[in-house]
């Protein structure tokens, strides 16, 4: 871990930012992790390694100084890691810092797209957007770069119109991803969204409480009203285009990494 914590810290859903991770960002030198990394290798005779922050590019600086650094202190080291592709004019992530990721040693990327709907991402305060989501995963792509994204369905107030937009999104850059998590919305204890629920009695009266999960720190739910019939056709759309992209093999480079998260 290069750092903890999240500098956007806003999503709504999010349960990382109010866990062990805190809710302010702070981060180690470049200098500090590439020396870890240079003892881990030695230790574990390893050239591979994970990321666990909940985004490397929370300081841009970080991502870009272990790309440039990591050859000088583990020679052949391979990397893979998560990151934000918030609004920020530099987020780290343009496409001459994808390639220099690429070139130095990254092979997968993961990110949070959640939704190919606009309306969707603002009303989770997500911070990004479908134009640059879209314009990251062909950088990455064109980078040479493993990527992978995870997405929900079923979040508060998402519509058959939200869905049939991540439908198009998909079906436009499904040649570019290797892998899609595609979950259930999960409602964690202590989010800003299940706090909302626990002081009004629901999320815009569109979810009714079912049950306290406290070994999961999750709350059960139903929706107040059942999904219609076209949310229903454009979530088998959804879900299919998930299949086939998950059942091809991801890119040569990245495969060693393949089963991590």
Not at 87 to 108: I, K, P
Not at 146 to 175: N, W
Request: charged share 25%; hydrophobic share 35%.
């Amino acid at each position: 871990m290069t750092g903890r914590g999240c500098q956007w810290d806003k999503c709504l859903f999010c349960s990382d930012v109010i866990s062990v991770s805190g809710r302010t960002f702070r981060t180690r030198s470049v200098e500090s992790v590439l020396t870890e990394m240079q003892e881990q290798a030695q230790r574990h005779d390893t050239t591979n390694f994970l990321f666990l922050d909940l985004k490397l590019n929370s300081w841009p600086e970080m991502l870009r100084g272990i790309a440039k650094g990591i050859g000088g202190y583990v020679q052949g080291a391979e990397w893979i890691g998560t990151v934000h592709v918030d609004l920020r004019q530099d987020n780290g992530l343009s496409r001459a810092d994808l390639q220099a990721a690429a070139d130095g040693g990254m092979r997968r990327i993961s990110f949070g797209l959640e939704s190919g709907s606009q309306r969707l991402l603002d009303l989770m305060r997500k911070g990004s957007s479908v134009e640059r989501n879209a314009q990251f995963i062909r950088d990455a792509y064109a980078a040479g770069l493993s990527i992978r994204c995870t997405m929900f369905k079923g979040y508060p107030g998402e519509t058959a119109q939200d869905m049939m937009e991540t439908v198009r999104f998909l079906e436009e850059h499904a040649p570019y991803l290797d892998r899609v998590r595609f979950n259930d919305f999960s409602l964690h204890t202590g989010t800003p969204i299940w706090q909302a629920m626990m002081e009004k009695g629901g999320v815009d009266a569109e979810l009714r409480a079912t049950h306290q999960d406290e070994r999961r720190a999750r709350m059960g739910y139903r929706p107040t009203t059942a999904p219609d019939r076209a949310y229903r056709r454009a979530k088998l759309r959804a879900l299919d285009l998930v299949y086939q992209i998950n059942r091809r093999k991801v890119r040569n480079a990245a495969r060693q990494f393949d089963g991590l998260m």
